[in-house]
């Protein structure tokens, strides 16, 4: 199986700019969680969207949002950019078993977004 | 936000020492997760545990889930050079916390040929 994919890689944006990246989650898994990496924060979640439905959300301002698609593929959207916006956002992809909680969560590369 | 308390921040050790790495909590998870992340790449899922006393291994990798849920830890055995790298460990309670782990800072290991 593929893995988790996120497009793009690398972004350069200017503050008060939007940017939209996207993921893929591997096939079959339907639950795509967003965080944000940052070295003073380190790993914070973002949100988390099951069958287009967001269904939990991390303590970030509204200038965060995110979708689903019926394929499951996932964007997320920052809005009004900040130079504390910097950072490497990953995005994991997880299907519970059909035995219970056994989540498990995987990561793709990440985006790397530098704000100046 | 809440982040686990992960010990120690950093570890430089010979090729061929083991290591042990640990995280603490003051809430309770359903499910522990151990990860490694590389420069500019995403963590790599190591090892899984769902279960309180549960102890699992992945080759030269221990891992196990504490008894009463607040804590887990990390083993590596017979450390080589390309366990250099960033682990993290991460928590996943139950209940409405759809999709949402918990990090660990993180330890760097740096490992000496």
């Known amino acids: 199986k593929a893995g988790v994919t996120q497009t793009p890689r690398y972004l350069i944006k200017t503050r008060g700019q939007q940017v939209t990246l996207s993921c893929s989650p591997i096939s079959g898994h339907r639950s795509v969680s967003w965080y944000q990496q940052t070295p003073g924060q380190g790993l914070q979640f973002l949100f988390e969207?099951?069958?287009?439905?967001?269904?939990n959300k991390g303590n970030f301002p509204g200038r965060f949002s995110g979708r689903q698609f019926s394929n499951s593929r996932s964007e997320m959207n920052v809005s009004t950019l900040e130079l504390g916006d910097s950072a490497l956002y990953l995005c994991a992809s997880s299907s519970p078993s059909d035995r219970g909680h056994r989540e498990t969560q995987y990561f793709g590369p990440g985006t790397r977004l530098l704000v100046l | 936000g809440q982040q686990l308390n992960q010990s120690p921040q950093s570890m430089f050790i010979q090729e061929g020492e083991d290591v042990s790495m640990n995280c603490t909590s003051s809430s309770i998870f359903n499910t522990w997760l151990w990860y490694k992340q590389d420069p500019g790449e995403g963590p790599v899922l190591l090892i899984a545990l769902y279960k309180a006393g549960e102890l699992t291994s992945n080759g030269r990798l221990t891992a196990q889930f504490g008894i009463t849920r607040k804590d887990s830890f990390l083993n590596i055995s017979a450390s080589i050079p390309s366990d250099v790298g960033i682990y993290f460990c991460a928590g996943l309670a139950g209940g409405t916390s759809y999709g949402k782990l918990t990090f660990g800072q993180g330890t760097i290991l740096t490992v000496h040929p």
């Open positions: 969207y099951f069958s287009e439905t967001q269904r």
